[in-house]
């Protein structure tokens, strides 16, 4: 089976149709090009054919490059990896190149046979890089489609010509929201931001009539025409040189030095705005090429695509029969619960949301049509289609209603007693087969099943706030959950269109686990008289999106201490937090509690803004005249998280590094550049982080004591994704 077909029609038409075998959407293997290739140049030739147009045997055009190829080209360089890569990518060139000269004499730019691309759908990386070659670009007039050029959200750059293309199509400054930030468009946007050229209702029929009247002038590019000038002006320009300052300082601001990729497109950008087109593309693929060797490039391509993928295919699903949810059962109301309520009624799912009182019932839907309106006014959801997801969800007091459910998720308040009454009261109104859901962050799932008569049928599921756009859902299981438990809940996730992971039941779980004492070392700090401004600007610098203390405030310095509190009743005299604690309980003895409050850490003017750090906070603590070095800062805010992580992997909490990584950089945005806490540790060796628990824990107590496993990996020169990058446990090991 191939992934490309030709076939000629009576009008002299080439079509050259993108069909990848066994795949709902069509991705590019090096085998796919080489086919691409010889199909081009098998219509190139045949006398007969006057035009080509390139299309998909499937409702979109294509989802991009399999990434899983493209970090394969290392290995496949044995001693060279850059050498291959750098020629695997060239080849792409020439085959794109190819496409875009189409036969054409070098000095007269005639004789070429017009080339159009036919896009039914979604066309993204790869799959409007190709288009790009093409000599115009029809797209289905498809709100759905998407189309764009997402490489730089998995490290990396479009190195398939987008870049050069784009750039010289749109110029730097047009084409910057597509390539620095990878944004994605309807077909409709995309035309008139330039990208595509019509947007039809057949675009296959429309891309055969045009090939079959375009003229020699229709294939030439601006870019292989003489006199051609780029939009905005080149570097040497007066215009184009303040683009390129700017530019450089907006790329620095948003990435703070830390991601390679967005520096390394910006610099293929300047560098062949400076030459020839041929050239250009020449310094695209070198760049492209140093990307692909940065370990932090490899570690997030490993992790937010192959296994992000991976995990949303079902990894790590026990053996189960199909568990598709029907009928949603959501109990409580609150932001929470009508966040699931709308991203199931969204995702096709019947919904029954329930509330003690019916006024509150309403306003949980209501804040459901609320998300829809906001999308209605992006244009992103139309009205007819907020009347059917509205449909679906019926607010209600009664439990009766619930009759029917194959699924009940609890999202009420954090307290064990409450929840109990509550599964009590649902289980008396569903079928045996029911699976019942605790949304918690904290709770115990195996103390919460206590009060259902059928544990192996209860499952925690911890969402992310706001539910509708956090990617992460937490599924714990309890002692006693069974295998349907976890599969319903891991089908659920699938549906919803979330990232899920599996852990077992332990205090705070995985992701709380991890970022609990990443926002106490960052308290502490205050304590010891570190500037308040250095510990923010240190977690920023370091690639995490929130500093400590901008995060407490974001979810609530009271929060933080009833955590607190009922950690303390629960571990007694193993408590290791009193320092945070004497922050924390000071802040909230003054009324301050964060955000919500406008007034935490940080001042907030009347409109909840953030104005800077509180002057208040410096006058209880003093900040010392010493201060640490910045590097000190960093590694005791990262390995505040990445130790804890390591231990939840030892301790049998976390069965799979690769759940561990993704969960890290989608639930609470660990340093994405790293990959994930185990890709960093990876990145920096195990014996370079035992050396820095070491003196860590010398200077800061045992909480960044080296853990045995890691001291083990150090010993032996180990790495955790060559032992563990395959799903295995740490305990089976």
């Given amino acids: 089976m191939t992934d490309f077909t030709l076939a000629r029609d009576a009008d002299g038409v080439a079509v050259i149709t993108w069909d990848v075998p066994k795949r709902s959407m069509n991705v590019m293997s090096m085998q796919g090009f080489e086919e691409l290739d010889a199909l081009i140049d098998e219509a190139l030739a045949d006398e007969a054919v006057k035009g080509i147009v390139i299309t998909s045997g499937k409702k979109d055009f294509a989802g991009g490059m399999d990434l899983g190829v493209i970090a394969g080209m290392k290995q496949s360089g044995g001693d060279e990896p850059a050498r291959a890569v750098f020629e695997g990518v060239m080849r792409m060139h020439g085959v794109l190149r190819k496409i875009e000269r189409a036969g054409m004499d070098p000095k007269t730019n005639k004789g070429g046979k017009p080339i159009a691309a036919a896009l039914p759908g979604t066309a993204l990386g790869i799959g409007l890089e190709i288009p790009l070659a093409c000599h115009r670009i029809f797209a289905a007039d498809n709100p759905k489609a998407k189309i764009g050029l997402p490489e730089i959200m998995v490290g990396i750059f479009p190195g398939a010509g987008g870049t050069t293309r784009l750039v010289r ?57 003489k006199g051609y000038k780029m939009p905005g002006g080149a570097p040497y320009h007066p215009a184009g040189f303040m683009t390129f300052v700017g530019a450089s300082a907006m790329v620095h601001g948003k990435t703070q030095g830390v991601y390679p990729a967005a520096k390394a497109l910006l610099s293929a950008v300047y560098e062949g705005a400076l030459v020839p087109f041929d050239a250009a593309l020449r310094i695209e693929a070198r760049w492209f090429t140093k990307v692909l060797m940065d ?10 695509f192959l296994n992000k993928e991976a995990l949303e295919k079902g990894a790590n699903r026990p053996e189960a029969p199909d568990q598709t949810v029907r009928k949603v059962g959501v109990i409580g109301a609150g932001m929470m619960g009508a966040g699931i309520a709308y991203v199931s009624a969204n995702a096709g799912i019947d919904v029954v949301l329930i509330d003690a009182a019916q006024d509150a019932a309403d306003r949980g839907k209501a804040h459901c049509e609320g998300l829809l309106d906001k999308g209605i006014s992006r244009r992103k959801v139309t009205t007819e289609k907020k009347e059917e997801v509205l449909s679906r969800i019926t ?327 060559d032992r563990y990058g395959d799903g295995r446990a740490a305990r089976a090991a």
Avoid at 207 to 222: S, T
Avoid at 295 to 301: F, G, K, L, R, V
Avoid at 472 to 493: M, S
């Fill in 169 to 225: 199509k749109l110029g730097a400054m047009g084409a910057s929201p597509l390539l620095l930030e990878g944004k994605m468009n309807d077909p409709k946007k995309a035309k008139a931001l330039g990208v595509i050229d019509e947007v039809v209702e057949d675009p296959l029929a429309a891309a055969k009539a045009w090939v079959l009247q375009a003229k020699d002038a229709d294939l030439v590019k601006p870019w292989d025409a």
């Fill in 295 to 304: 370990p932090s490039s490899t570690a997030m391509i490993r992790s937010l």
């Fill in 395 to 721: 607010a209600t007091t009664d439990y009766a209603a619930l009759s029917g459910c194959d699924l009940i998720v609890e999202a009420v308040f954090e307290d064990i007693g409450v929840k109990a009454e509550v599964t009590r009261n649902v289980l008396a109104h569903v079928g045996p087969d029911c699976i019942f859901a605790t949304n918690t962050s904290t709770l115990p799932i195996t103390e919460l099943a206590k009060a259902s008569d059928a544990p192996d049928r209860f499952i925690g599921i911890h969402f992310f706030s706001p539910v509708d756009k956090m990617m992460l859902v937490e599924i714990i299981k309890g002692e006693r959950t069974g295998d349907v438990a976890v599969a319903k809940a891991l089908d659920f996730t699938r549906q919803i269109r979330k990232t899920p992971i599996v852990v077992n039941d332990a205090r705070f779980f995985y992701a709380n686990r991890c970022i609990i004492p990443y926002i106490n070392e960052g308290i502490r700090m205050v304590a010891e008289g570190v500037e308040p401004a250095l510990i923010e600007n240190a977690a920023r610098l370091v690639g995490m999106p929130l500093g400590p203390l901008q995060l407490v405030d974001e979810t609530s310095i009271d929060l933080g201490v009833k955590i607190a509190k009922a950690t303390k009743a629960a571990m007694g005299d193993a408590y290791p937090d009193e320092a945070v604690d004497e922050v924390l309980f000071w802040m909230a003895d003054q009324g301050r509690m964060g955000r919500k409050s406008k007034s935490g850490f940080y001042a907030y003017d009347e409109k909840g803004q953030r104005s800077g750090l509180w002057d208040g906070l410096s006058e209880r603590y003093t900040v010392s005249d010493e201060q640490p070095d910045l590097v000190e800062v960093q590694q005791r805010l990262l390995f505040a998280q990445v130790l804890e992580a390591v231990r939840a992997f030892e301790d049998g909490v976390l069965t799979d590094i690769r759940e561990g990584d993704v969960a890290a950089i989608l639930g609470w945005g660990f340093a994405p550049w790293s990959g994930g806490p185990f890709s960093w540790l990876d990145m920096i060796g195990a014996g370079f982080a035992a050396e820095r628990c070491d003196a860590l824990a010398a200077a800061h107590g045992d909480r960044f004591a080296c853990p045995a496993l890691l001291r083990e990996m150090a010993q032996s020169g180990a790495a955790f994704y």
